[in-house]
Nanobody, 122 residues
Framework: VQLQASGGGLVQAGGSLRLSCAAS????????LGWFRQAPGKEREFVAAINWRGDSTNYVDSVKGRFTISRDNAKNTVYLQMNSLKPEDTAVYYC????????????????WGQGTLVTVSS
């Protein structure tokens, strides 16, 4: 069981990044997938999630209208398109998989990726 996140980097405020998370087929076919982030000195927080069919999503209020989560079942990959980035979006971003469905709660997610760092400069 593996989740591999990628796509982080350094970007100026107002810029865009797209994070990717590749998952093993066994996870991808029946799990909801989510993105969480942890900023320096802060607790990890929910960012976005998508159900296994890809027809239901949820976002934290601070990213609504700027971030979009999507999944490509053919590629076993979930994406987080991040636009209009702000310095407060700086964090390590983690992808995670939940068999219990779409949720904002960390404990629902069974499998976690290693994280990818996003740094937004002002």
């Amino acid at each position: 069981v593996q989740l591999q996140a990628s796509g982080g980097g350094l970007v100026q405020a107002g810029g865009s990044l797209r994070l990717s998370c590749a998952a093993s087929e066994r996870i991808f076919s029946s799990y909801a997938l989510g993105w969480f982030r942890q900023a320096p000195g802060k607790e990890r927080e929910f960012v976005a999630a998508i159900n296994w069919r890809g027809d239901s999503t949820n976002y934290v209020d601070s990213v609504k209208g700027r971030f979009t989560i999507s999944r490509d079942n053919a590629k076993n990959t979930v994406y987080l398109q991040m636009n209009s980035l702000k310095p407060e979006d700086t964090a390590v971003y983690y992808c995670a998989a939940s068999y219990l469905g779409l949720s904002e709660r960390e404990h629902v997610y069974t499998y976690w990726g290693q994280g990818t760092l996003v740094t937004v400069s002002s």
